[in-house]
């Protein structure tokens, strides 16, 4: 083991990068929903002292912070985790993709259609 390779009591190994702020793109989702810090407060019943640290990124989110913003901002949970403009990037190729297999089912023969065609060439 190399000096400065050891583990401290806790989840976090001590060669790891050091994150300088909140790990989700809370700001980002509510400007882009023209939210504000306060609606944290208004719209979902937080104490301002819990919105104060979820918005600076003082206190680490929970799955019912997450579930309780995503819902706010008519989100999917996991896109807090990205940037906005990321996560309509991938909705666009989603929606695309959709479409794809759409028109592909569509032109797709019809099973009904091989058996009437087979029974003919018999």
Do not use: C
Request: no cysteine; aromatic share 8%; hydrophobic share 40%.
């Amino acid at each position: 083991m190399v000096a400065g390779d050891f583990l401290w009591r806790s989840s976090h190994h001590v060669n790891m990068e050091q994150t300088d702020g909140p790990d989700w793109f809370l700001h980002e989702w509510f400007a882009t929903a023209g939210l504000k810090q306060n609606d944290l407060v208004t719209k979902l019943d937080y104490p301002k002292n819990t919105a104060n640290r979820l918005w600076h990124g003082l206190q680490p989110f929970r799955r019912d912070h997450v579930q309780a913003i995503s819902e706010l901002l008519n989100i999917r949970p996991h896109e807090l985790l990205m940037h906005p403009d990321d996560a309509m990037r991938i909705r666009r190729l989603e929606a695309a993709v959709r479409e794809v297999v759409k028109e592909e089912a569509a032109a797709a023969p019809k099973p009904e259609a091989d058996k009437k065609a087979a029974g003919r060439a018999a």
